[in-house]
T-cell receptor, first 119, second 113 residues
Framework: EAQVTQNPRYLITVTGKKLTVTCSQNMNHEYMSWYRQDPGLGLRQIYY???????DKGDVPEGYKVSRKEKRNFPLILESPSPNQTSLYFCASSLFASDTGGSGVNEQFFGPGTRLTVL | AQSVTQPDIHITVSEGASLELRCNYSYGATPYLFWYVQSPGQGLQLLLKYFSGDTLVQGIKGFEAEFKRSQSSFNLRKPSVHWSDAAEYFC???????????FGSGTRLQVQP
């Protein structure tokens, strides 16, 4: 089954304790991205990756790191989590990183989400 | 900067009634427009998308949306709502040549029996 998976689904941690949220897709997608969802704000992009070893900041990258060593995996790293990073996190992927003239292949597929609480 | 506005935070409709959820995007280059639905505790599922061509697009679960360039709108409609449609709906836009997908703040739909 084609899917984006995230682990863990739920996590409660304390301020300053490093954590990693994993994301994996089995669709051979080039593009992967992380979002956070907060009430009243919708989803905001944290980081994205155009391909292996190519990553860039989104709208709210502060306090986060990512890596893309393999095409299928795109982990999100919080080196020193703080309470303002309590949020619902979504990983997403799409087939191509570049547009294809409107052929319609570039919709993003989302993982099930990771609810993170930082105390 | 690109932005998406969903002016209705919360909407309640009766089961069987028609539904329209509003979405306006900031004017820019060729927009790619999407509607996603998020059921409680679930991830986002794509309902429909508009890239080009016919401005009325059909999606899954009986939803449709109409792209109106003159109004910078992409409103989502359904002629008859079912109780299972209760969820949060997000409009999103991406402009050709740009990577970022910008989401609206969402509209929470409640369905009354």
């Amino acid at each position: 089954e084609a899917q984006v998976t995230q682990n863990p689904r739920y996590l409660i941690t304390v301020t300053g304790k490093k954590l990693t949220v994993t994301c994996s897709q089995n669709m051979n997608h080039e593009y992967m991205s992380w979002y956070r969802q907060d009430p009243g704000l919708g989803l905001r992009q944290i980081y994205y990756s155009m391909n292996v070893e190519v990553t860039d900041k989104g709208d709210v990258p502060e306090g986060y790191k990512v890596s893309r060593k393999e095409k299928r995996n795109f982990p999100l790293i919080l080196e020193s989590p703080s309470p303002n990073q309590t949020s619902l996190y979504f990983c997403a992927s799409s087939l191509f990183a570049s547009d294809t003239g409107g052929s319609g292949v570039n919709e993003q597929f989302f993982g099930p989400g990771t609810r993170l609480t930082v105390l | 900067a690109q932005s998406v506005t969903q002016p209705d935070i919360h909407i309640t409709v009766s089961e069987g009634a028609s539904l329209e959820l509003r979405c306006n995007y900031s004017y820019g280059a060729t927009p790619y427009l999407f509607w996603y639905v998020q059921s409680p505790g679930q991830g986002l599922q794509l309902l429909l998308k508009y890239f080009s061509g016919d401005t009325l697009v059909q999606g899954i679960k009986g939803f449709e949306a109409e792209f109106k360039r003159s109004q910078s709108s992409f409103n989502l409609r359904k002629p008859s709502v079912h109780w299972s449609d209760a969820a949060e709906y997000f409009c999103a836009v991406r402009y050709m040549g740009r990577r970022a997908l910008t989401f609206g703040s969402g509209t929470r739909l409640q369905v009354q029996p």
